[in-house]
């Protein structure tokens, strides 16, 4: 089946970087775009930032500046690089993969967790 396998996550004092990866499998990675969201403690899931096979990145106010979303086509991987951490993203970091023909394929990762300490 569909898997998306997220690593990278820990815990890093504010200021710090950390840097995720989705690694997917039994998708034709290209024809998906790629986003990563977070889930703080009591609060919704929302998007941090995406990319399209053609690398064309968005990312949430939050997060310009901070975080850069890329690609690997030939690894079937996304990545999310996180520099200069704050105690506001802590959170479950979750990767997704939307096919770009058909809303019905969308998949989840299992989440890995950011801690940011201040």
């Known amino acids: 089946q569909v898997q998306l396998v997220e690593s990278g996550g820990g815990l890093v004092q504010t200021g710090g970087s950390l840097r995720l990866s989705c690694v997917t499998s039994r998708i034709t990675f290209s024809v998906y775009t790629m986003g990563w969201y977070r889930q703080a403690p009591g609060k919704q899931r929302e998007l941090v930032a995406a990319i399209t096979s053609g690398h064309s990145a968005n990312y949430a106010d939050s997060v310009k500046g901070r975080f850069t979303i890329s690609r690997d086509n030939t690894k079937n991987t996304v990545y999310l690089q996180m520099n200069s951490l704050k105690p506001e993203d802590t959170a479950v970091y979750y990767c997704?993969?939307?096919?770009?023909?058909?809303?019905?394929?969308?998949?989840w990762g299992q989440g890995t967790q950011v801690t940011v300490s201040s």
């Open positions: 997704n993969a939307k096919n770009i023909y058909s809303l019905e394929f969308a998949y």
